[in-house]
């Protein structure tokens, strides 16, 4: 059985929202933010090897269209007709 490790890179910032693909910044001071983005917040269960493990990651619009690209499936979307 190999033993892998996993090595993170991972920018701390109480004040700045950065895109964990490239890097970018999207909001800094609290301020609200001036792009849009994905933000993924996951508790992993029991069933995963990363048991009790909280991720949380935030990928803007340019790097989540790259990211779906590699789908085998995409996303299934759907048009709002009110801007939120």
Do not use: T
């Amino acid at each position: 059985m190999n033993n892998f490790r996993r090595k993170y890179r991972i920018k701390k910032s109480k004040d700045r929202i950065c895109c964990n693909m490239c890097g970018r910044v999207i909001a800094e001071n609290r301020e609200f933010p001036k792009v849009d983005f994905v933000e993924i917040n996951k508790n992993w269960g029991y069933f995963s090897n990363k048991d009790n493990e909280n991720h949380n990651i935030h990928i803007c619009e340019s790097c989540y269209d790259q990211w779906v690209k590699s789908f085998s499936i995409l996303p299934s979307v759907k048009n709002n007709s009110v801007c939120i």
